[in-house]
């Protein structure tokens, strides 16, 4: 087995359990520390407004990631079954 069917396999054995409100919060845990992180790397670098803008955009793709997680937490995967 390749590594590409072990990422499928571990994708798909991810996707067809429900998240728990554990993993949610770690998930949650992990952005936030991932955008701190990149925007206080990103000030030291580039400046403040390029700092502000990392920290917004990866705060959008974070909720976006957050809310899809949590419905699919409340709904499940039905189409990933195998």
Request: hydrophobic residues 55%; without cysteine; glycine residues 6%.
């Amino acid at each position: 087995m390749g590594i590409i069917e072990r990422f499928e396999d571990e994708y798909l054995d991810v996707s067809n359990s429900r998240a728990t409100v554990r993993e949610l919060l770690e998930l949650f845990a992990g952005a936030v520390v991932f955008a701190v992180v990149a925007s206080a790397l990103a000030y030291y670098l580039l400046g403040r407004t390029i700092a502000l803008a990392v920290g917004a955009i990866l705060a959008v793709i974070f909720a976006v990631t957050l809310v899809s997680q949590a419905y699919w937490a409340v709904t499940g995967r039905d189409d990933y079954r195998t």
